[in-house]
């Protein structure tokens, strides 16, 4: 899996509360993303980094935060935890975004939240 | 607004068979097109991807053939397996860098092979 490490793999939470998922990795890109999927939606950006401190909008980024304060971690953070919020949730990385150079993105194996 | 769509949902193919799956986008812009492969529990990884200055790019038993004129690529997947038992997602993405090199996703195909 390239080197990403998602924690924690699994969790449950409660309506209202924080939740801080982090995403490691050892391969030093420049691009880091976070992605959620569900059923029928496909995958959605909700935030990503271009470096360290370095963080963007996705498409679907209401309700989240993200920090990036070293290269090798991208943390995403549910400032109020809310059923609609339950989903697998993807962590990626990427050298580059555009050009003729590498575009591949490398996913995580992703966290499983659940909010009740 | 999607940006990519895909088609089918879902597919049953029996062993042996060719599997399709197809993606329509709507931005002329893209240039990067990627086919991605999801195994349950497990994150997305990349299969194959074509940028629209070829027609067709073949990997082994996996080849995408891209219609500029129409806006469309699609996936074949020839003598399929059990093993190729997945969802396949298909993607987006623009030249040049910066927030236009986000990948956009297509909603996904579960595919099943039949043995």
């Known amino acids: 899996d390239a080197g990403i490490t998602q924690s924690p793999r699994h969790k449950v939470t409660e309506t209202g509360t924080p939740v801080t998922l982090r995403c490691h990795q050892t391969e030093n890109h420049r691009y880091m993303y976070w992605y959620r999927q569900d059923p029928g939606h496909g995958l959605r950006l909700i935030h990503y980094s271009y470096g360290v401190k370095d963080t963007d909008k996705g498409e679907v980024s209401d309700g989240y935060s993200v920090s990036r304060s070293k290269t090798e971690d991208f943390l995403l953070t549910l400032e109020s935890a809310t059923s609609s919020q339950t989903s697998v949730y993807f962590c990626?990385?990427?050298?580059?975004?555009?050009?003729?150079?590498?575009?591949?993105?490398?996913f995580g194996q992703g966290t499983r939240l659940t909010v009740v | 607004q999607q940006q990519v769509k895909q088609s089918p949902q879902s597919l049953i193919v029996q062993k042996g068979g060719i599997s399709i799956i197809n993606c329509a986008y709507e931005?002329?812009?893209?240039?990067?097109f990627p086919w991605y492969q999801q195994f349950p529990g497990k994150g997305p990884a990349l299969l194959i991807a074509?940028?629209?200055?070829?027609s067709e790019k073949k990997e082994g038993r996996f080849t995408i053939s891209f219609n500029k004129s129409a806006k469309q690529f699609s996936l074949h997947i020839m003598d399929s397996q059990p093993g190729d038992s997945a969802t396949y997602f298909c993607?987006?993405?623009?030249?040049?860098?910066?927030?236009?090199?986000?990948?956009?996703f297509g909603k996904g195909t579960k595919l099943s092979v039949k043995p």
């Open positions: 993607a987006a993405s623009i030249n040049g860098g910066g927030s236009q090199g986000n990948l956009i």
């Open positions: 074509i940028r629209p200055d070829v």
């Open positions: 931005n002329t812009a893209f240039d990067y």
């Open positions: 990626a990385i990427s050298e580059s975004t555009g050009g003729r150079g590498n575009t591949e993105a490398f």
